[in-house]
């Protein structure tokens, strides 16, 4: 599962990504909305979409009115495969935390 999920985290390494992610949680947009909302240039902002559209974070569809525009939408079901990698590691550290914590208490006991 880690290899299926690298390239998600790999998008998520940088700021103005995970900004565009926060904008389209709300709803799609127009990437020239996207560039605006983040503050780049046009050039950067394609640069930008072509990362999270190859990690699967976002489709792109066209417009019904103009076949120009890219209108861009989030993935929730990539971001719920990165959330649950997330809750299975979170999930094993207190199960781990939780055998010391009866090991601990275990061995208080034994020497008292």
């Known amino acids: 599962m880690v290899n299926h999920i690298d390239p998600v985290f790999s998008a998520l390494s ?3 990504r995970r900004h565009v992610l926060q904008v389209l949680a709300v709803g799609a947009r127009p990437a020239s909305e996207l560039a ?16 999270l559209r190859r990690s699967g974070l976002v489709d792109v569809d066209f417009s019904p009115d103009d076949a120009r525009r890219r209108v861009y939408r989030l993935r929730v079901e990539r971001v719920a495969e990165a959330r649950d990698w997330f809750d299975k590691i979170d999930h094993e550290w207190r199960d781990q935390l939780a055998r010391f914590r009866n090991f601990a208490s275990e061995s208080n006991k034994a020497s008292t």
């Not at 780049?40 to 990362?51: E, P, Y």
């Open 14 to 16: 940088d700021p103005n």
């Open 36 to 51: 605006e909302s983040v503050g780049l240039a046009r050039n950067a902002m394609s640069r930008h979409l072509g990362i």
